[in-house]
């Protein structure tokens, strides 16, 4: 059972057969939130009705999140991921391959995973003997992408693959971190929403920003990356802000792109810097 901050309900789409019925009474078992008949109840009835202020639709095709006084909707679709994939796949450049370095049979915590999106390229990079676990600290939003990631098409079908193996789990990184024993991971990688938006995003805000945790990043749990990580942490950000003058003070090395609007910051692990230590020493 996990905690969710705003009350959520579950049901399924107007009329929802039997079987998508039964798995929204499961999700809702599991996302400790209500279960609602639809029948032919539109969604603001559906909130009035439960009293919550999210409910999360159950579909044959996808699951659907929706939010009281809101006309957005959240649902899988690893857009700019699957553009993203097919460039990787022709061997064209991208910043987050580039800062990652991720060699086949490596291992990959992703501690803000949305819509998977880097996951997905990250999994295209370790391959079959690799593995990428993302975390998901809205419950909700979790049971999306688990689904997404499960059933989603993608082409090329080399990047459906890697999609597949991404293990989604619901946690706040801040808890998984401090538990993780040291060097369990080569990459440890972070990707918040930004305080500012970026120029030219001003009047749009995505569905997955109004749905997902907006908490700034977290020092201390840097910290924690930097002994979970056996190889090194990569933490993205707005080009032209500096992330927390002790958190910038260990970046060892940058990736952005001439026209980049965001930087990818490379912190070596604590391991890391011990082995090369001993080494010289
Ligand atoms: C900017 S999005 C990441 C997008 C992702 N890189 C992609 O390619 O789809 C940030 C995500 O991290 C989640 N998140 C924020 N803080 C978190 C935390 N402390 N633990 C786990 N997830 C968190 C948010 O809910 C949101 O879904």
Redesign the pocket.
């Known amino acids: 059972m996990t905690q969710n901050a705003a009350p959520l309900c579950v049901t399924t789409g107007v009329n929802g057969r039997p079987e998508l019925q039964e798995r929204a009474r499961q999700l809702a078992d599991e996302l400790d939130a209500v279960y609602y008949t639809r029948e032919k109840r539109n969604i603001p009835e559906v909130l009035a009705a439960t009293g919550a202020n999210r409910v999360l639709v159950v579909t044959h095709t996808k699951l659907v999140l929706r939010e009281r006084n809101t006309d957005f909707e959240y649902f899988f679709h690893p857009n700019l991921?699957m553009l993203r994939g097919y460039n990787v796949t022709r061997g064209w450049r991208d910043l987050y391959v580039e800062a990652a370095a991720l060699q086949p049979g490596e291992s990959v915590l992703d501690?803000?995973?949305?819509?998977?999106?880097?996951?997905s390229l990250a999994a295209l990079m370790v391959g079959e003997l690799g593995t990428v676990v993302g975390?998901?600290?809205?419950p909700e939003?979790a049971a999306v992408t688990r689904d997404g990631v499960s059933r989603f098409e993608l082409e090329p079908k080399v990047l459906e693959d890697a999609m597949r193996r991404i293990q989604v789990v619901t946690?706040?990184?801040?808890d998984y971190l401090r538990q993780a024993p040291d060097s369990s991971f080569d990459l440890v990688y972070f990707?918040?929403?930004f305080d500012e938006r970026l120029p030219g995003s001003e009047n749009s805000v995505s569905p997955?920003a109004l749905f997902?945790?907006s908490?700034p990043l977290?020092p201390a749990s840097i910290h924690e990356a930097r002994r979970v990580a056996r190889r090194r942490v990569v933490i993205k950000h707005p080009r032209h802000e500096p992330l927390p003058p002790e958190i910038e003070a260990l970046v060892m090395e940058s990736v952005t792109g001439r026209k980049s609007r965001v930087v990818y910051k490379i912190l070596p692990a604590i391991g890391l810097i011990n082995v090369t230590s001993q080494r010289t020493s």
Do not use: K, Q
């Open positions: 991921a501690c803000t995973l949305g819509f998977a999106g880097e996951a975390l998901e600290s809205v939003l946690a706040d990184y801040r990707d918040p929403f997955l997902g945790n908490e977290d």
